[in-house]
């Protein structure tokens, strides 16, 4: 009884250990984001943290001028804000975008669809947080064409994690 009692408990050690395992295989894989941004500017300094926070894996490159950056990638100067993040795909986010919209648009990209933009600095969105200040602000689709869409509303800060 006793070899049986030994074998039962091993077996159970070793499916407890399998289960619990946290191998790289288990894990997602991060979304890898290149970020364009002012060395100066705060704010963007806080978005940066808040999508590392959440996963993400930034490489940060630090301009005086980001309207070469913007050109190239063809953000239309009224959808612009004061960063851009570029996925590996190619995709833009511009501006100060949850990270969960991010990892939302990356899962199931709409097609003709070229990335993401939040147009100016919506108070209490991530990076731009002052005290309990929020203002609603759309997150607009934007396509190859240069037309957009309203991807998300966030009406309430709460909605941005």
């Known amino acids: 009884m006793k070899n049986v009692s030994v074998f039962l408990l091993s077996i159970f050690l070793v499916s407890l250990f399998a289960c619990s395992s946290d191998s790289e295989s288990d894990r997602p894989e991060a979304i890898v984001l290149d970020v364009y941004k002012s060395p100066t500017c705060g704010c963007c300094g806080k978005w940066v943290s808040h999508i590392e926070e959440k996963g993400f894996e930034v490489e940060v490159h630090n301009h005086n001028s980001l309207d070469p950056v913007k050109k190239k990638l063809g953000i239309p100067s009224h959808l612009q804000s004061c960063h851009t993040g570029v996925s590996e795909s190619g995709y833009f986010f511009e501006g100060h975008i949850p990270a969960k919209y991010i990892t939302q648009f990356l899962s199931k990209p709409t097609e003709g669809a070229v990335g993401l933009a939040v147009p100016g600095m919506p108070a209490g969105s991530p990076g ?14 934007v396509k190859s064409d240069g037309s957009t869409e309203v991807f998300a509303r966030v009406s309430r800060y709460e909605e941005q994690f």
Do not use: A, R, T, V
């Open 128 to 141: 731009m947080e002052m005290g309990d200040q929020f203002s609603p602000y759309e997150i607009l689709l």
